[in-house]
């Protein structure tokens, strides 16, 4: 069993890897596949997956995928689309709110993908009061994202907000 500074040395190491991955992404999404990527490696996730918000602000596509979704490298298998408000992802978007879901099939929110999992994990992607995109993660156990997951998805979420919005105002860093 792992320890708490095996842990912390690895979360450590995983957000270096993700720094530098997004510092070297040109695009909004090449910058989704390196968090969706990380996340998986770091936390031990099954899936993780960035929706995209579109212009009109109403609608959220699936833009970066890890785990069961990825056909091939950098393909999403059946993409889907969901309104704001709609299933756990649009709830996140509307609310603007983390919403961790312990058991899915009490939450009457919750959208089955391309497999039904017990446990959900949403987190929106703002900068400066701007939703950007969304993260969303899935697991087949009841329960299974604890604090630590929480934590570092929002540490992640916040690197990729940044990026983003520095991509998005044309700002190239370090180049």
């Known amino acids: 069993m792992a320890t708490h ?6 979360t450590e190491a995983a957000f270096a890897r993700l720094v530098a991955l997004l510092h070297k992404a040109s695009s909004a999404r090449e910058a989704a596949w390196a968090i969706s990527s990380e996340a998986i490696a770091t936390l031990g996730l099954e899936d993780c997956i960035v ?6 602000g ?27 408000g709609q299933g756990v992802v649009g709830a996140c978007a509307q609310s603007r709110a983390v919403i961790r879901i312990g058991d899915t099939r009490l939450d ?27 993260a969303d993660s899935e697991h087949s156990q009841r329960d299974f994202y604890d604090d630590r997951h929480l934590q570092v998805m929002q540490q992640m979420a916040a690197l990729l907000s940044e990026r983003l919005a520095q991509l998005h105002e044309g700002v190239a860093v370090g180049r």
């Open 5 to 10: 500074c095996d842990l912390e040395a690895t």
């Open 51 to 56: 929706y995209l918000l579109d212009a009109q």
């Open 58 to 84: 109403t609608m959220l596509s699936q833009i970066a995928a890890y785990g069961p979704k990825l056909k091939a490298p950098k393909v999403i298998e059946h993409p889907i689309t969901l309104r704001i």
């Open 108 to 134: 009457p929110r919750y959208v089955v993908d391309d497999d039904e999992r017990l446990s959900e994990l949403a987190i929106p992607l703002i900068h400066r009061d701007t939703l950007l995109r969304r």
